[in-house]
């Protein structure tokens, strides 16, 4: 089988979340367990970090990563979803499982998955984690996909464990309340290992002492300890955040833009802290310079990404009412004219959470990315003008993103967003 057979395999055969949404989700872990007992339970060749949480986690995977990579550590990176390439998920030092890896495992365990028939995410966790073993890896920072307790991923014993940001997103499956849905999220917390909490938030406070309580586990609120006071970017266009922890003052410069990283930041300097407590060299040089170099390290792509200068063109992956929150409060601090917003966005999300929250003062391009779960164009402009949100909608991103461009003058701002799929097809 080759690359391409393979792919078409994992695509048309797995039920895919991305894709189809709440049908493909697992409520269990007894595939996961199924495929770790007959590849031998790999993840436990090689220590792991594992980061869970609404917002965040996509950052603060690839900034650990970074860091740990520019320390001289062999790094496993395993993250969801892929932009333009399924092996963006699957990473050793930056660089993507190569595709005679991916054909090959498929070819040798087909007539297996064809008889469990595990989800797209169950298949790809296995080959993430069989792929890792056979990398001599000295860590591997693992994202979970969706939750926490029943994700996939959750059969690792990790070293640390990192929680972002809990807020309204899959509440279908993961609960329809704050507590509910950190209570999911804490599934990952282990017994006596440390669990950091990036951002302290009242409402699920008391969900993760009692969590970590439970497990023994040591808990850390980061942004108790490590606050941010200045955030602003430099001449190089890197951003600079300034921050206060007991008592000193820090200044750290990063390469992924976004007013959002400040609640991220100091679970990544926690986290680094704490893994230095167990064996790892972290110099503040390999802290610095990885923090700087995120995205040519790992490849990450669609955090707050700039994709032309002229016009300028802005794009981001939020995708539910906290990452839309975020991504408005970045376009207040843009000069522009006029605002130009390409949004598309998935039928399962709360959709007028995230309509309410867009500017008024823009013109909009509707449109849809090429998945079954986008929702139409047309009843996107429907339910837009709804919240006197007002523009055109078109059948495609290539469509929408055109017409922005056509319409905008030198100064205007175009942003494209509102799903991770709409992104993906212009990065």
Known sequence: MIYNEALDYIYSHLPMFQRVGKAAYKADLGNTLILDEYFGHPHR??????????????????????????????????????????????????EMIPEDEVAKF?????????????????????????????????????????????????????????????????????????????????????????????????????????????MNAPIYFADQEIQVYEQYIDTTGLQVLKLAEKGKDIKIEIDLLGNYQRYNIPGVLKSIEILGGKGFLLSNEALMEGLGNVQTLTGLMGRWQKLSENPLIYCDTGHNVDGIKYVVEQLRHIPHNNLHMVIGVVADKNIDGMLALLPKNATYYFTQAAIPRALNHEELK??????????????????????????????????????????????
């Open 45 to 94: 060749t090689f220590k792991t970090i594992h980061i869970a949480g609404t917002n965040g986690k996509g950052s603060t995977s690839h900034m650990l990563a970074a860091v740990l990579q520019n320390a001289g550590y062999r790094v496993g990176l395993y993250t969801s979803p892929h932009l333009r390439d399924f092996r963006e998920r699957i990473r050793v030092n930056g």
């Open 106 to 214: 498929i070819s040798q365990h087909k007539d297996f998955f064809d008889q469990i028939m595990p989800s797209f995410f169950e298949m790809t966790v296995a080959l993430a984690f069989d792929y890792f073993s056979r990398m001599n890896l000295d860590v591997a920072v693992i994202e979970v996909g969706l939750g926490g307790r029943l994700d996939s991923t959750n059969i690792i014993n990790p070293i640390l464990s990192v929680i972002t940001n809990i807020g309204f997103d899959h509440t279908d499956l993961l609960g329809d309340t704050l507590p509910k849905i950190a209570s999911e999220k804490a599934g990952i917390i282990k017994p006596d290992t440390p669990v950091v909490v990036s951002q302290y938030q009242p409402e699920v406070e008391n969900v993760f002492i009692a969590k970590a309580k439970e």
């Open 382 to 427: 429907k339910r837009a003008e709804e919240h006197q949100l007002y523009g055109h909608s078109y059948s495609t991103v290539a469509l929408a993103l055109a017409a922005a461009k056509e319409a905008s003058n030198p100064n205007d701002l175009i942003f494209v967003g509102g799903s991770t799929f709409v992104v993906a097809e212009v990065v």
